[in-house]
């Protein structure tokens, strides 16, 4: 028998992004909606063993939608990975009379969601929210969107300025372990060649890469970087490496880092973050627990929280071709 859920806890937990707020906005409104209380816990697990928690109704979420970060704040919980963390995090919903979770945040978020809900069997709901986009289960994560029009935009200043002056650029952009954002950023500013964990291009091929540009009448070159790539140097170390093998160029680095996962949400996904707020609240008073909600297909649907943690958010390889036809 599923538990009759009446109070709702919602939390954002992980590296923030762009759409969080409105996330929270949409499973407070849900909530409000379906005349359930919502509680917002403050740094994520770490204010569950707290009881860092305040009431929210539908007016407390007003003028965030278009805000970047997190009003209930985030936080890589250590303590909430201990048996003991947890035992006093349940002790603390049990005592507020919170009898249903929604976690927004990546896979570490999910992974000490389902954990919670083996020992406690305590209803858990999770919504993808990391600008990596690396949550299998959703085409997109909150947050993916937004960043990749940030990077686009930087990309296209430093093209200004390495026009200007005839330099290649190393522009490394976040993604630990997956190039959902160089993949996309780099087609989306028309980088010359772009770098990513799934694919290792090798040192070789890139310098015979940047050479084929020099030789078909390019000045100046952007290569993208995801922070996880495989190619086995650093920004800084390719920037050596390819000025020590090429004097044809003029070679700089701009790490793009934080900048990032702030700035205030795209419409996608402020719209995504509330589509994703309903389902999660609904889901959960339909008495389903473990679940990841996601876009598939341009519809909501239910990914089981085990599979979303498990299953690898593969890139997208018709995007991969497009890119290399078009750095020719
Ligand atoms: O949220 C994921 C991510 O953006 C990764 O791409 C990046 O490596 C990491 O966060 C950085 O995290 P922190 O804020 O802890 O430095």
Known sequence: MSKIIKKIGVMTSGGDSPGMNAAIRSVVRTCAFHNIECVGIYRGYEGIMEGDFKTMDARSVK????????VLKSARSKGFR?????????EQLVKAGIDGLIVIG?????????VFNKEFDFPVIGIPSTIDNDIFGTTHTIGFDSALNTVVECIDKIR??????????????MGRDAGHI?????????????????????LHRLLESLHRSKRSGKSSSIVVVAEGDKIGKNVFE??????????????????????????????????????????????LLEGKTNYMVGLLNEQMELTPLEQAVKGKSEIDRELLRVSEIMTT
């Open 63 to 70: 003028g965030i939608i278009n805000k970047g970060g997190t």
């Open 160 to 173: 200004d300025t390495a026009s200007s002056h005839n330099r290649l650029f190393f522009i490394e952009v």
């Open 182 to 202: 160089a993949l996309n950023a780099g087609v989306g500013a028309g980088a010359e060649e772009i770098l990513i964990p799934e694919e290792n291009l090798g």
């Open 238 to 283: 390719l920037k050596d490496y390819v000025e020590a093998n090429m004097d044809e160029y003029d070679v700089r680095v701009s790490v793009l880092g934080h900048m990032q996962r702030g700035g205030s949400p795209s419409c996608f996904d402020r719209v995504l973050a509330s589509r994703m707020g309903v389902k999660a609240v609904e889901t």
């Open 106 to 114: 990546g896979d570490g978020t999910f992974n000490g969601g389902l």
């Open 82 to 90: 201990t048996p003991e963390g947890r035992k006093i995090a349940h």
